[in-house]
């Protein structure tokens, strides 16, 4: 299954501005994978609970996270980007 389109949160778009060089290359490896194949195991995508129920998370690596709200027709909204901390 793919992701038709991936579009971005003006709170993503600022967030991503303001990582490293090589997280934001990382990041935009795994958009890539996540338009493929949203379901990849290496992207760990899962629902989230608590305040952010109705958004899922997908892995950066070890400490960086990507929120995101999945729309109907496969459509996706990359909503923030950051460490753990982003979950707060």
Do not use: C
């Not at 760990?44 to 729309?71: A, T, V």
Request: proline content about 5%.
């Amino acid at each position: 299954m793919s992701t038709r389109r991936v579009s971005f949160d003006e709170e993503f778009i600022r967030a991503f501005q303001k990582l490293p060089p090589s997280l934001q290359r990382r990041a935009e490896k795994v958009r890539l994978l996540f338009a493929e194949n949203p379901f990849h195991p290496s992207l760990k995508l899962h629902k989230l609970s608590g305040k952010l129920e109705g958004y899922w998370s997908i892995w950066i690596n070890r400490q960086y996270r990507i929120i995101l709200s999945m729309q109907g027709g496969g459509d996706a909204i990359f909503i923030s980007i950051g460490t753990h901390a982003v979950y707060n």
